[in-house]
């Protein structure tokens, strides 16, 4: 019940807004899990991160799939939206690009196991796919294109390509932990400058 003074519906709003940052708070905690045990870690892991119990996680995300599924898009966002930030606050667009780049690999280390821990539903995991590519493509083809009018890398880069080279780069890391992706995407990034960019310069 409301309490004497308080807005009818007030009550419904505040339980509205505790769900939802009860699911916001899941969501963070499954992708740190995922990040360090996989998409397979047990729920009560995530739960426990969460400060949440089982019921409460159990009554957003139903399945495992619902929540690898609700983790996976949150990631998407989250990379989406940090596109137009951080070329609005990096030092330079080409700044803006690598900062970008190292949330993108993030985000290509918490989406590791998705197609595993989903092969049991190919058309769920194939929306999702797409999803991934229309949210994160046009954030990508912004960094470049700004980059490029500032001179700060050469023109003809593709987002796809950019994209797809990054994500190639990724594959293996946890089967050998002698390699480290980022040090290539690193030197991949740098042979996007244009000549005079490599001038003996610290180029990030």
Avoid at 12 to 20: L, P, Y
Avoid at 87 to 107: H, I, R, Y
Wanted: hydrophobic fraction near 40%; include cysteine.
């Amino acid at each position: 019940m409301p309490t004497a003074g308080q807005p009818k519906g007030a009550s419904a709003r505040s339980k509205r807004a505790d769900a939802v940052r009860n699911q916001q708070t899941l969501l963070d905690a499954a992708a740190e899990v995922f990040v360090t045990s996989g998409v397979d870690a047990p729920i009560r892991e995530i739960a426990a991160r969460a400060g949440v119990g089982l019921g409460t996680l159990y009554r957003h995300f139903p399945t495992r799939a619902d929540l690898v599924t609700a983790v996976y898009r949150h990631q998407i966002e989250a990379c989406a939206e940090a596109g137009p930030k951080l070329l609005a606050d990096a030092a330079s667009p080409f700044e803006a690009l690598c900062q970008w780049v190292d949330l993108f690999v993030d985000f290509l280390v918490t989406k590791h196991g998705l197609a595993d821990a989903l092969q049991s539903d190919s058309d769920r995991f194939a929306a999702l796919h797409t999803h991934f590519l229309d949210r994160l493509m046009p954030v990508c083809a912004e960094l470049l294109d700004v980059a490029v009018e500032a001179g700060d890398i050469r023109p003809g880069v593709q987002p796809y390509e950019l994209m797809r080279g990054i994500g190639n780069l990724c594959i293996g890391q946890d089967s050998d932990p002698r390699y480290d992706p980022r040090r290539l995407i690193e030197l991949l990034l740098q042979g996007l400058r244009p000549p005079r960019a490599h001038g003996g310069e610290d180029i990030r």
